[in-house]
């Protein structure tokens, strides 16, 4: 099994911070940076890019609900199409900011609630899947959902968990508006059983199996450089380090 590290980061906007991502860069391989709609600007991104490439960390585009308020992480009805046009704006933003660099662009991980959405909702499953198929990348993304069942017939799909967030009997991550704290040792735990079981524990006690390709960290998590740290010392002899 190989196992890649993921972050949500390059989340500040303005003068306004969000998350340590230079603290963090170092323990992850794969970086979603913000794509303006939830967060982050143009210098954001920028700096975020640059700051994965002195870290050799791949990166992936974070596109968004237009819901900067909310942080995105609030439900918006938007036509399939509309909000497929409003990923493919966000995600050619980033890709700007990569060719400057000599990168390319890695995945593509909806943020938040167009994540959530994406569960449940086909037109939103699909927006996104056409989105990733125009820069021919792979999502992140849920086993048991509409992302295993919609995804794959436009790209390739790397299955996610969450260290650092709780799960319904569903095997789905639970989104809030904010993160709680979560010890390192709650967030290791969680993900080796996944990596040696395949199964994760809702909080109800439910044990729902599930794949892991990729783990997610946040870098607005309280403790998230900790976390981060944790995660990384535990699957350190899974880690994919050629994935692109």
């Not at 791949?58 to 596109?63: I, N, T, W």
């Not at 237009?66 to 980033?94: N, V």
């Not at 990168?103 to 989105?131: F, Q, R, S």
């Not at 790209?155 to 979560?182: M, N, P, Q």
């Amino acid at each position: 099994m190989a196992i890649d590290i993921n972050c949500d980061m390059g989340e500040a906007y303005s003068i306004y911070t969000c998350g340590d991502d230079e603290a963090i860069m170092p323990y992850i391989t794969s970086a979603n940076v913000a794509c303006g709609f939830h967060a982050s600007d143009p210098g954001v991104m920028h700096a975020t890019v640059v700051l994965a490439k002195e870290h050799g960390v791949r990166v992936g585009a974070h596109p968004s609900f237009p819901d900067r308020d909310g942080f995105g992480r609030r439900y918006m009805k938007m036509d399939r199409k509309e909000l497929r046009d409003a990923i493919i704006y966000q995600c050619g933003a980033l890709k700007g900011f990569l060719e400057m660099e000599g990168m390319t662009l890695n995945h593509l991980k909806p943020h938040g609630a167009l994540y959530g959405a994406a569960w449940i909702d086909e037109d939103v499953a699909t927006a996104c899947a056409e989105a990733a198929q125009v820069f021919g990348v792979p999502m992140y993304g849920t086993t048991g959902t509409m992302h295993e069942t919609i995804w794959p017939k436009y790209t390739d799909v790397v299955w996610e968990i969450f260290a650092d967030l709780d799960y319904d009997d569903e095997g789905r991550c639970i989104i809030t508006r904010e993160h709680k704290s979560v010890a390192p040792e709650q967030a290791v735990d969680q993900i080796m059983r996944v990596v040696k079981e395949g199964v994760i524990r809702s909080v109800n006690g439910k044990d729902v199996p599930t794949k892991a390709e990729t783990i997610c960290v946040h870098s607005d998590t309280p403790s998230a450089v900790a976390v981060a740290k944790a995660v990384r010392d535990a699957v350190d002899p899974y880690i994919e380090q050629d994935r692109t």
